[in-house]
């Protein structure tokens, strides 16, 4: 996960859903990644990790995690993003990351 980012760049946005899984639970289908509330950026390769992945302090298992890439912006603002995701487990989860493009 990112705090920042300029509005030149283009950076890897990793969400782990590992906490809120059963053990053997996965996510599966296709994940959605929207921008809430403006349409300044450009949100592109949207895929489940199919390999083990640092996300902040700890390593999300394969098929526990999302990730996409995001683009954009205007400098001085702060975007909100929702990733929804199912689960083989028939669940629908939901995150809300946040930042700011400097």
């Known amino acids: ?3 920042s980012k300029r509005a030149s760049e283009t950076r890897r946005l990793d969400v782990s ?4 899984l ?7 289908g296709t994940p959605v990644v929207v921008e809430i509330g403006t349409a300044h950026l450009t949100i592109s390769n949207i895929a489940i990790n199919d390999d083990i992945v640092f996300i902040g302090y700890r390593n999300a ?13 205007q400098a001085g ?3 909100t993003v929702r990733i929804t995701v199912t ?8 995150a ?3 930042f700011l493009v400097n």
């Open 1 to 3: 996960m990112f705090d």
């Open 17 to 20: 859903f590992s906490d809120r």
């Open 22 to 28: 059963a053990p053997e639970e996965e996510i599966n």
């Open 61 to 73: 298992e394969k098929n526990r995690s999302i990730s996409c890439f995001i683009a954009g912006g």
């Open 77 to 79: 603002n702060e975007y």
């Open 87 to 94: 689960t083989d487990d028939g669940q629908t989860l939901i």
């Open 96 to 98: 809300v990351r946040s």
